[in-house]
């Protein structure tokens, strides 16, 4: 069995500002939803786009939701998982919006129109990591540098 190593705060925010991907949970009248989406962190907020009449456009404004991200290695059995629960909320300020597209616009995959800006506050930030002896950070396949 592999050893589980809370991660400090300082290196939860690392590996979730150098991340690109990730997971969201919104809670719908029908039941739990997770979604895979593209984000980035500007300020204290995880920031990602979606279509305004998709489950997030929908159901995410004004409450709290969860969001994932995590790198696994199979073949030697580690990886990381970084959480956040906050609150969502959408970004409509001119400001703000113009301040997310020069740090760092976050760039949705799926096609279609992705106009609806959201953030979720970092109120509670916490991950793990599974196996000793590495570094995430330095040994990540995918590193984002804002």
Do not use: C
């Not at 990886?79 to 300020?93: C, F, H, P, T």
């Not at 997310?100 to 129109?113: N, S």
């Amino acid at each position: 069995m592999l050893e589980s190593v809370e991660l400090s705060l300082s290196e939860a925010e690392t590996l979730l500002r150098s991340g690109v991907t990730g997971r969201v949970a919104v809670s719908t009248p029908k039941g739990p939803h997770i979604l895979p989406v593209n984000y980035s962190v500007v300020g204290e907020h995880v920031v990602f786009r979606t279509s305004p009449y998709s489950i997030l456009g929908t159901h995410a404004h004004r409450t709290t939701v969860a969001f994932e991200t995590d790198t696994f290695d199979h073949e030697r059995q580690r990886g990381w998982s970084v959480l956040v629960r906050g609150r969502a909320e959408v970004i409509n300020d001119a400001a703000t919006l113009e301040s997310i597209h020069r740090i760092w616009p976050p760039r949705p995959w799926a096609a279609g129109q992705r106009n609806l800006h959201i953030g979720v506050r970092l109120e509670e930030v916490t991950g793990r990591r599974l196996g000793s002896g590495w570094d995430p950070v330095r040994e990540a396949t995918v590193r984002r540098i804002v």
